[in-house]
Every structure is written in C-alpha cells, then in structure tokens.
C-alpha cells in the first residue's frame, strides 16, 4: 500500500505515492488535515492535491519563485514562523496551564478577576467653614433619627452643590471624584470613612468645606473560578508569557552587550501636526494610532494648551469610541489637573456620565 501511487506522471516532481500522501498530511497543522472517510470527498481532495502540484511545478519553471517580490515574501515568512516556533517552544509551551496552576494563578491574581470596589456618597458642600460645621451637627442629629427627607432638604437648601441631591455614585479607588476630578485627599477619606458614620469637615481641591456620608459600599468580589477557568488560563498565558518574554529578552540583551538608541529615529513634530495625524486616523477608525499622537504632544510638549488638549481628545476616543470609560475618567480627570481652560466644564460633564451622575451643561 504504501508504495501504491496516488498519481503519476512523465515528470518525477509530479508524482505522488501513498505513502507520501501519508507524510504530506502529518505535516499539515492539526486543523487542515484531512479526515473524510467518504470515497468522493477523498477522490477530490486527491484530485486538487494534483491540480495544485501541477500549478505550483508552472510557477517554478517560469521562474516566479526567483522574482525578488516573491523571494522576499517567502524570506519574510521563514523568518515569521521561525519566530513563532522559537517562541512556543521557549515560553508558550513551557507555562504550566493545569487547573491547578490556574487556580493558584488565581488566588494569587484575584484581584484581576474581581469587579472593582465602588462607593455611593452624599455630599455637603459650602463655601465657608462656619456653615460646613453648623450643618454638619445638624445631619448627625437627622442620621441619628433616619431621617433621610430632612437630610435631602439640608442639601437642597444650603449647599453649593445641591444636584442630585449630591449623591455621588461610582466612586473608584482611583483618587478621581466625580464631577470634581482628581482629589487625592478628597478619595482617600471616602474610602478610610466608616460607612455607618458621618465624615468629618474638610476642604476639597477647590478650596470648598464639605462633608459626607456613605449611602452605599460595594467590596470588591471575584467571579467563581469554577465560572471562569478558561478565562484564568488564558489571562495565565498571555501574563506569563509576556513576563517569560522580557525576562529572555533581558538575559539576551546582557549576554550579546546590546545597546539601543531609539531617540535617533525619533523626529519632533509640531503640535499642528500630530493633531492633523491624529484627525486622519479617527477618520479611519484607527483609534489607537490617533491616541498615539496625543500622547506624543502630551509627552513632548507637557504643561502647554495643546497637551491640555489632546489629553481631553484621548480621553473622548476612550469613552466614546473604545468603551474604555474607567481609563478614560482618569484622563479626564488629568484634565482638570491643569489651570482652568475651555475644556474643564467639558470634561466634569463626561466624567459625571461615565460615573453615571446625572449630567447638565450650563
């Protein structure tokens, strides 16, 4: 059987014998081998393994496999698979993925399959420290009591910023308060707070004196890892993988004394121009590269309008085109960092959406 032909020809390089069928196919990956028991199907898959020896064997005589286009394409993927098999056999197969290791990578990491910790507040904000303090005994008495109406009343009534009854929602540990910005200060006191006690009177960043008190606390909680074992070994993979990877590229680096100096292709563009560059490539809805020329301006020209700028243009792609609305309040909130500027209602307007406050534009 083995030395039976498949089919023949007058040219040896057209020829093809079962047991040769037999070698081509283990060669073949996993996925695209061929399985059919089915006689027709089998005639046929036969029947195109020729035509395609016979085309091929057309290419090679006029000479296409010399042509420099096509030498280059066949180099380039040599050099690609290389690649690929030296870095499956040196990493990706060498990362244990048993439902053991997942479930220590996971104890270990669980705070990367944990929704994240969130806070509702009430806030009680004045413009002087007098008020702040008169109020505040007068809502530890009503909390005292449960008397929540009275307490909406107070901030209706009495304070600077009375919306939404000034409940904060969807207060992260990301030192950003909603419709404020960045407050590192103002952060790190909602989430040291007793939910069950009243805050003490303090300043925010803008010089305001407010206090508050915890409506809701939602502690952070992880997904079953029986729910999401498949999730874990994947996150394991690419995790591991990238760290495996640097730490090889580092060891390489030392043993071959490899310097790099990639300033020397760097070209400093002008502002103009890399907001032009970015605008092209939203046109394309190639959202990444046109973040990539903000972050340049960012990076290049720090502290300027035009950083103050594309920091908010980043931030609106991340919200509005990437969905990626956590990231895109804290850059939001790096707005608010720098002097008041034409942006600054914009962005407290985007990050009270994102957080899901009650939004309006004056």
């Known amino acids: 059987f083995a030395e039976a032909d498949l089919f023949t020809s007058n040219n040896d390089k057209l020829k093809?014998?079962?047991?040769?069928?037999?070698?081509?196919?283990?060669?073949?990956?996993?996925?695209?081998?061929?399985?059919?028991?089915?006689?027709?199907?089998?005639?046929?898959?036969?029947?195109?393994?020729?035509?395609?020896?016979?085309?091929?064997?057309?290419?090679?005589?006029?000479?296409?496999?010399?042509?420099?286009?096509?030498?280059?394409?066949?180099?380039?993927?040599?050099?690609?698979?290389?690649?690929?098999?030296?870095?499956?056999?040196?990493?990706?197969?060498?990362?244990?993925?048993?439902?053991?290791?997942?479930k220590k990578y996971y104890d270990e990491h669980i705070d990367q399959f944990s929704n994240k910790a969130t806070r509702k507040i009430q806030q009680f904000v004045y413009s002087d420290e007098k008020k702040a303090k008169e109020y505040y005994k007068k809502v530890k008495k009503l909390m005292k009591k449960g008397n929540d109406e009275d307490i909406d009343k107070i901030v209706e009534e009495t304070t600077i910023k009375p919306g939404k009854k000034g409940v904060l929602s969807y207060i992260y540990k990301n030192g950003i308060i909603p419709g404020l910005g960045k407050d590192e200060v103002y952060a790190e006191k909602v989430w040291k707070q007793n939910p069950k006690k009243l805050s003490k009177v303090f300043q925010d960043s803008k010089g305001n004196y407010l206090f508050f008190r915890i409506l809701e606390d939602n502690p952070s909680k992880a997904e079953p890892f029986e729910d999401i074992i498949a999730k874990v070994k994947a996150r394991m993979r690419k995790n591991i993988s990238k760290e495996m990877f640097e730490d090889m590229a580092k060891r390489l680096t030392e043993k071959y004394n490899v310097e790099k100096y990639p300033e020397r292709l760097i070209v400093k563009l002008e502002p103009k121009e890399y907001f032009d560059n970015a605008e092209v490539?939203?046109?394309?809805?190639?959202?990444?590269?046109?973040?990539?020329?903000?972050?340049?301006?960012?990076?290049?020209?720090?502290?300027?309008?035009?950083?103050?700028?594309?920091?908010?243009?980043?931030?609106?792609?991340?919200?509005?085109?990437?969905?990626?609305?956590e990231e895109a309040i804290e850059i939001f909130g790096k707005v608010l960092d720098f002097p008041e500027g034409e942006l600054h209602d914009s962005a407290k307007y985007m990050i009270d959406e994102l957080s899901g406050k009650e939004t309006s534009i004056k």
């Open 281 to 325: 490539a939203q046109k394309g809805k190639r959202y990444d590269d046109a973040i990539y020329y903000y972050d340049q301006i960012v990076k290049l020209y720090p502290d300027s309008n035009d950083a103050y700028k594309a920091l908010f243009m980043k931030a609106f792609l991340l919200s509005e085109e990437l969905n990626r609305k």
């Open 16 to 102: 093809m014998t079962a047991k040769e069928f037999v070698e081509f196919l283990k060669n073949l990956k996993e996925e695209n081998r061929f399985r059919s028991r089915d006689n027709k199907e089998l005639a046929n898959f036969v029947e195109k393994l020729a035509e395609n020896k016979l085309l091929y064997h057309l290419a090679l005589e006029s000479g296409l496999d010399k042509e420099e286009a096509i030498a280059k394409e066949i180099a380039q993927i040599k050099r690609n698979l290389i690649l690929r098999t030296i870095y499956n056999r040196e990493i990706v197969e060498k990362i244990d993925l048993s439902d053991e290791a997942a």
